[in-house]
């Protein structure tokens, strides 16, 4: 059962073409690296694939890129490359970011730029229709054609003009009409089309993109809930109204990341670099962080939590690493409970408790019997459904035990400085920037340069800015 955003519903999952099930996913808009909240997002529908594949459906999976848009094109412009140039650094920022969390790479991933044809298909067969209109350069969707219009966000367009944000433009008929097409300004980049030089506006490309790989009707469509209006209430005005059939059967939205209780967002500026937090705590403990809540529900973002989440992954490892040989278990018990949180609209806080749970069993009969039992082959599978099972190259172990003498080397330098020596590693980095801050203030740069001379002897790096210092590890 999965919860449907489109009626508010747990729905069973009943495929348009079984056993294939196709899944469309909003990537990222690659205007700035990613943080943690990205992360959050393609963890939780890399987990959906996962599950629904081990389940013996034959999952299609199609996440696309946005890489033109009005902020990438003023990034651009400020650090003066091209904006496609700035555009593929970005999108290697993110693919680095999703490969440490141990997300699988889609099997299409379509780029807005090389489907600039399929969207002008797409915004001439709406005109032709009486759905949308040219004015200048510019094209509009007409959203008072559909009566249907706000049935996922489930707001009226009365509601919609008292507060929502709409794109203001004396071009539009009706302030509520949205652009499918935008005519070009000068230095942009542009496409030719049948209204001129121009590029395609941002709800568009999803429709034409995910027609063309899943179809005119498909199974899942995902992304944050922050997406849900306008983005993906567009895109449903789109699609059905160019094709005249339902878009996505089943809409699946997680929840947004806080940080100190506010959304983390690029409009909000409260940001976690996500390949800095990967660095930092090791890519596969952010993955099982995120997998601790629920994915439709907020989830607070904190350096405690995700030391938490090293522990007990930690735990999982040093269990796989003495396990290695397991078989692949009967459908025992402890797999059937799995199974049920996880068909429960993917409840993968249930999922980790069965997961757990198994490693306790199996530590527990490792020192009673010194051998491996179903317990382990449990755990194995499990982990590996959740993508919590990768042992290549490193030991996890080894890692925390480096971790712990981190945070011993960082005590004694707080100490020796006068420092407050208490807390985690970071909360001990965090007094020693604060004594540096004002070694530097007091014009002792003797006593400056010592802390972070001594903080990059322990791979420590601290970066200078404007707005104050911030640390990451090497």
Request: charged share 25%.
């Amino acid at each position: 059962m999965i919860y449907n955003t489109l009626d508010r519903v747990t729905t069973p999952l009943e495929p348009v073409d079984p056993p294939r099930i196709g899944m469309y996913v909003c990537g990222p808009t690659v205007q700035s690296p990613p943080h943690v909240g990205h992360g959050r997002s393609a963890v939780v529908f890399d987990v959906v694939r996962r599950y629904l594949t081990w389940k013996g459906w034959d999952v299609r999976f199609v996440r696309n890129i946005t890489d033109v848009d009005d902020k990438i094109i003023a990034i651009a412009r400020q650090e003066g490359v091209p904006p496609g140039e700035h555009a593929v650094r970005i999108t290697g920022e993110f693919d680095r970011g999703y490969r440490d969390l141990g997300v699988e790479a889609p099997d299409i991933e379509p780029k807005a730029t090389e489907h600039i044809p399929d969207m002008i298909a797409l915004i001439n067969r709406l005109i032709r229709k009486g759905l949308a209109y040219a004015r200048g350069g510019d094209v509009y969707f007409v959203v008072r054609s559909l009566s249907g219009y706000g049935k996922l966000s489930g707001q009226g367009l009365d509601d919609l003009m008292a507060g929502a944000r709409v794109e203001v433009s004396e071009q539009k008929d009706d302030p509520l009409d949205f652009a499918l097409w935008k005519e070009a300004k000068h230095g942009e980049p542009w496409w030719d089309s049948p209204w001129g030089p121009g590029r395609p506006g941002w709800h568009i490309e999803c429709s034409a993109m995910a027609a063309r790989y899943l179809g005119e009707t498909f199974d899942i469509h995902g992304g944050g809930n922050d997406l849900i209006f306008p983005h993906h209430e567009n895109e449903i005005a789109q699609s059905e109204g160019a094709n005249g059939t339902p878009f996505a059967r089943i809409w699946m939205h997680n929840g947004m990341l806080n940080l100190s209780g506010e959304k983390m967002s690029k409009s909000t500026g409260h940001l976690v670099d996500l390949n800095e937090a990967n660095q930092r705590f090791g890519g596969l403990a952010v993955r099982l962080f995120y997998l601790q809540a629920h994915y439709r529900s907020p989830q607070e973002f904190s350096n405690e939590l995700l030391e938490d989440a090293q522990t007990a992954l930690a735990r999982l490892h040093r269990l796989l690493e003495k396990t290695a040989d397991v078989k692949k278990p009967p459908h025992s018990e402890t797999i059937a409970g799995f199974e049920d949180a996880m068909d429960d609209d993917f409840a993968t806080p249930r999922a980790l408790g069965w997961l757990f749970g198994a490693v306790r069993e199996a530590n527990r009969e490792l020192e009673l019997t010194g051998s491996a039992g179903a317990h382990a082959a449990a755990a194995w599978e499990m982990a590996r459904v959740l993508g919590l099972d990768d042992l290549s190259g490193f030991s996890l172990h080894s890692q925390t035990r480096e971790l712990d003498e981190l945070r011993a080397s960082v005590e004694q330098i707080a100490s020796r400085e006068g420092a407050d020596a208490a807390g985690d590693t970071a909360e001990i980095v965090g007094s020693l920037l604060a004594k540096r801050s004002a070694a530097r203030s007091e014009g002792d740069y003797a006593s400056a340069d010592r802390i972070r001379d001594d903080l990059a002897a322990l791979g420590i790096v601290l970066e200078d800015s404007r707005d104050g210092t911030r640390w990451l590890r090497r």
